[in-house]
């Protein structure tokens, strides 16, 4: 059975959860924007991929290559005393 209602937006919309439930969408759920559309579905249960790809990896890797050396010693150990305490 279809239902319909017209809503005013002034600060968002809440979607009733007897809605969701008589739709038949579950506790997790797909929204997909497109110009004049908003598309609410049921998320799988199944996790999508999300492992990075090699090319990401590679340019994350890549971000020292060319970092020009530092001159304070321990810098990766000492991060926190460089940061947060004055020299004196």
């Known amino acids: 059975m279809q239902e319909r209602q017209i809503l005013n937006v002034s600060q968002g919309i809440w979607i009733d959860e007897r809605w969701l ?6 506790a997790r759920l797909k929204v997909e924007m497109k110009p004049g559309e908003i598309r609410i579905q049921a998320a799988s249960d ?4 999300t ?3 090699e090319k990401g990896w590679e340019a994350f890797q890549a971000l020292g290559d060319d970092a020009v050396p530092g001159c304070l010693k321990d810098a990766a150990r000492d991060h926190d005393r ?3 305490r004055k020299q004196s």
């Open 46 to 49: 199944i996790m999508e991929d």
């Open 82 to 84: 460089y940061l947060y």
């Open 51 to 53: 492992s990075p790809s």
């Open 21 to 26: 439930h008589k739709a038949g969408l579950g």
